[in-house]
């Protein structure tokens, strides 16, 4: 089956700052990738995500990028606030409904005023 | 709209106890999920439906059932409680054609 790693487990930076988190995944089959903000004590929400016949996709300061002969795939956040701290959680699926994710292991992501 | 409901929030069984952990959505989504999530582990599918009467095992089933006898409900039971299943469990909805999943709240539940 599906297997996604996930990197770095945690990430620091001062607030302004570029923050990168990293996933690769072992099925070529896998063509859907979402990334998830998990916020202490909620569930995961959906935050972007990226079909297998597109290389980049932006929103305002997140944008996450794919590279399908590698197969990896990031997130970038852009001029980070501290309301971005967050444990993300990328995620990737054979199916383009998305109906089984596999998920990484998470990333504390802590943005420092 | 209350979106995906889970009860309880937390819960402590001894082992060999059996529970279920209730979740609904009133967003008329057909697909339904349940995944447990550990430290350092990310989230695993347990089970998930694609409709009513229709329900499969995902990745992690051992220890679980489920059943799917309406659109709104999608409850997991755990027949005879194992410590091993002390984790945080998240249900999740999605309505066909769309590809984001909604998730509920999450259920803390300790096995001692």
């Known amino acids: 089956g599906e297997n996604v790693e996930q990197h770095p487990s945690t990430l620091s930076v001062q607030e302004g700052d570029s923050a990168v988190i990293k996933c690769t995944y072992s099925?070529?089959?896998?063509?859907?990738f979402p990334w998830y903000k998990q916020e202490l004590g909620k569930g995961p929400q959906l935050i972007i995500d990226i079909r297998s016949n597109v290389g980049e996709k932006k929103d305002q300061r997140i944008a996450v990028t794919l590279n399908k002969t590698a197969k990896h795939f990031s997130l970038h956040i852009t001029e980070t606030q501290p309301e971005d701290s967050a444990v993300y959680f990328c995620?990737?699926?054979?199916?383009?409904?998305?109906?089984?994710?596999?998920f990484g292991e998470g990333t504390q992501l802590t943005v420092n005023p | 709209n209350a979106g995906v409901t889970q009860t309880p929030k937390f819960q402590v069984l001894k082992t060999g106890q059996s529970m279920t952990l209730q979740c609904a959505q009133d967003?008329?989504?057909?697909?339904m999920s349940w995944y447990r999530q550990d430290p350092g582990m990310g989230l695993r599918l347990i089970h998930y439906?694609?409709?009513?009467?229709?329900?499969d095992q995902g990745e992690v089933p051992n220890g679980y059932n489920v059943s799917r006898s309406t659109t709104e409900d999608f409850p997991l039971r755990l027949l005879s409680a194992a410590p091993s299943q002390t984790s945080v469990y998240f249900c999740?909805?999605?309505?066909?054609?769309?590809?984001?999943?909604?998730f509920g709240q999450g259920t803390r539940l300790t096995v001692v």
């Open positions: 967003m008329n989504h057909e697909y």
């Open positions: 439906s694609v409709g009513a009467g229709i329900t």
């Open positions: 999740a909805s999605r309505k066909q054609g769309s590809t984001e999943a909604f």
């Open positions: 099925d070529s089959a896998s063509n859907y």
């Open positions: 995620a990737a699926s054979t199916e383009t409904s998305g109906s089984r994710l596999t």
